[in-house]
């Protein structure tokens, strides 16, 4: 079954423990996007999770919420849709899997993301593509990923992915504060990280304007037709050949007669 976590941003008090234990477990340098007064880190390739903090309002007041990011670990991802050395792939439990050993540089995954998740390591000689892997080796032991472990208040359920949802469901449907829907529910086709929250998505800087269809849906309509196309370029470029050739020869008998 595939796992889950579920973000309750109306829980999440920005004290960062999920980042840093995320930090701890897959041995991150602290070094690289450290927030400055008045700043606030950003995703990157030493930074698989970050939580952003934003000024919103709700009912005429000015309150603060605060939204951990990471990758979404989408239920069909686009990155791995477009990885031509299957250096992502998506596990039967949740993760989406990055493998550097496999990876050839295209940055193909960073464009077909919707979420724009995937960063590159520009400052390093032989870079990779940095993005969380969901603590793949904590769930294969049935533990529970590193950032939802640590987390003081609750903000973070870690579960059956559609257990996660049916909590979802009764948590915003017993409570008015909350808006009715389930962010990761079904953008691009549905994600493993699900978000709650009492405040409209967009307010809180996550896209919304994604498709509920599978990003790679789109993509293999397009690629469907790949090898109708090699086929056909193939059997243009031969007969072109072949007639080049006829007309060479028939040249060369022209002048030799």
Not at 66 to 87: D, G, I, R, T, Y
Not at 161 to 185: F, P
Not at 211 to 217: F, L, N
Not at 223 to 239: D, R, S, W, Y
């Amino acid at each position: 079954m595939s796992k889950g976590v579920l973000v309750d941003i109306t829980k999440c008090i920005g004290c960062g423990s999920c980042a840093v234990a995320c930090k701890m477990w897959n041995n991150l340098s602290y070094k690289q996007n450290v927030p400055n007064q008045g700043t606030q880190a950003s995703l990157g390739s030493e930074n698989w999770t970050v939580v952003s903090h934003k000024k919103v309002e709700i009912n005429g007041e000015t309150v603060w919420r605060f939204v951990k990011q990471q990758c979404l670990h989408c239920e069909e991802p686009a990155c791995a849709s477009v990885c031509m050395s299957k250096a992502i792939v998506k596990t039967d439990n949740g993760p989406v899997l990055y493998d550097p050993e496999l990876c050839v540089g295209c940055r193909y995954c960073m464009i077909a993301c919707p979420f724009e998740i995937p960063k590159y390591e520009w400052d390093k000689i032989l870079p990779s593509v940095a993005k969380c892997q969901m603590c793949a080796g904590k769930i294969e032991k049935g533990e529970q990923v590193a950032c939802s472990s640590v987390c003081p208040t609750g903000a973070l359920t870690f579960g059956e992915r559609d257990e996660l949802i049916k909590l979802a469901e009764r948590t915003i449907n017993s409570d008015s504060k909350y808006v009715k829907h389930i962010y990761g529910q079904k953008e691009a086709g549905g994600t493993s990280w699900l978000y709650i929250s009492d405040v409209p998505f967009e307010k809180l800087g996550m896209k919304t304007n994604i498709t509920t269809t599978p990003i790679p849906h789109f993509t293999h309509e397009y690629l469907k037709h790949t090898p109708t196309i090699f086929i056909g370029g193939g059997v243009l470029f031969t007969a072109l050949s072949i007639y080049t050739k006829r007309r060479n020869e028939i040249e060369k008998q022209k002048k030799a007669n």
